[in-house]
Nanobody
Framework: QVQLVESGGGLVQAGDSLKLSCAAS???????MGWFRQAPGKEREFVAA????????YYADSIKGRFTISRDNAKNTVYLQMNSLKPEDTAVYYC?????????????????WGQGTQVTVSS
């Protein structure tokens, strides 16, 4: 069983930056991890994913070039650095971990989820 706790969300203005963290209670060093987000009235959508080693990453087109996913396996933590934030980035952000090493963009491929952290970007 893995428990995930996200932190780092908040209220910022357009153009600002935030860095989200997701700390895992169990070992996740051999597992693919990802970030998803869900805005009010919308379905949960993929944001970014990273392989177990951190050597492979994948991003949604909507955030490519602005967000960076990374991980520190020694700390069982994955990060999402968000730059040049836009109002349309407003959502609850969730981290998730797979039972496998590779990365995946489908939410149903992840086995454990955090409780989410709110990111609000004002214009």
């Amino acid at each position: 069983q893995v428990q995930l706790v996200e932190s780092g969300g908040g209220l910022v203005q357009a153009g600002d930056s935030l860095k989200l963290s997701c700390a895992a209670s169990g070992r996740t060093s051999k597992n693919g991890m990802g970030w998803f987000r869900q805005a009010p009235g919308k379905e949960r959508e993929f944001v970014a994913a990273i392989s177990w080693s951190g050597g492979t990453t994948y991003y949604a087109d909507s955030i490519k070039g602005r967000f960076t996913i990374s991980r520190d396996n020694a700390k069982n933590t994955v990060y999402l650095q968000m730059n040049s934030l836009k109002p349309e980035d407003t959502a609850v952000y969730y981290c998730a971990v797979r039972s496998f090493a590779g990365l995946l963009t489908r939410a149903n491929g992840y086995d454990y989820w955090g409780q989410g952290t709110q990111v609000t970007v004002s214009s």
